[in-house]
């Protein structure tokens, strides 16, 4: 079982609509969570940590079940810039230096 | 901050030739890691370092692969002799020694073996 499993998409999403999607994880003694988005062809880019409480940043919110061990990213009111591939990340069980990345899922946002 | 910075940010090399790839990662920061990703691979971890020490290099592919941190602010990936499988975006990262920080990578070098 992969530590980290993702939904690939694509989600296509028009304009102006909500979408959400989540990533599971197995370590439960992970503590370290983050979503990152990537563009076609450019680096993986921090996108917002994720907090036990959940958070919010602008039109994304981002939130923890440590319960069923997953955590979910929401976009509202999509833009065509939100077209990217969004990472989850969590911290790995034998090294908290280190992280590990999901597969991502491909959003595409359609005027 | 300038950030992360790979050089080159393209490479195209001939099959059997040595190909270097530089990184200076962000300056305090304690761990950088190198990356690989293909279309079928996605994301891999090759190596990591903490404090210019390689914490776990289980991630590179056999002996043709290398990796160096001399100093802290500057790292190389060395590939000998390279093959056309090696072809790749290799991406460099770097991040705080606290916890709950993620990391900032690098533009990354696309290397192409012919």
């Known amino acids: 079982r992969k530590e980290v499993e993702q939904d690939p998409g694509p989600f296509n999403v028009p304009e102006g609509a909500t979408v959400a999607f989540n990533c599971t994880y197995s370590n439960s003694a992970s503590q370290s969570f983050f979503w990152y988005r990537q563009d076609c062809r450019k680096e993986p880019k921090l996108l917002m940590s994720?907090?036990?409480s959940g958070n919010e940043d602008g039109r994304f919110t981002a939130q923890l079940n440590r319960a069923s061990q997953y955590i979910s990213l929401l976009i509202r009111d999509s833009k065509l810039s939100d077209s990217a591939t969004y990472l989850c990340v969590v911290n790995t069980a034998d090294s908290w230096g280190k992280l590990q990345f999901g597969a991502g899922t491909q959003v595409v946002v359609t005027p | 901050d300038a950030g992360v910075i790979q050089s080159p940010r393209h490479e195209v090399t001939e099959m059997g030739q040595e190909v270097t790839l530089r990184c200076k990662p962000i300056s305090g920061h304690d761990y950088l890691f190198w990356y690989r990703q293909t279309m079928m691979r996605g994301l891999e971890l090759l190596i990591y370092?903490?404090?210019?020490?390689?914490?776990?290099d289980s991630g590179m592919p056999e002996d043709r692969f290398s990796a160096k941190m001399p100093n802290a602010s500057f790292s190389t990936l060395k590939i000998q002799p390279s093959e056309p499988r090696d072809s790749a975006v290799y991406f460099c990262?770097?991040?705080?020694?606290?916890?709950?920080?993620?990391?900032?990578f690098g533009s990354g070098t696309r290397l192409t073996v012919v």
């Open positions: 370092f903490n404090n210019n020490v390689p914490i776990d």
């Open positions: 990262a770097s991040r705080p020694g606290m916890a709950n920080y993620g990391y900032t």
């Open positions: 994720v907090y036990s």
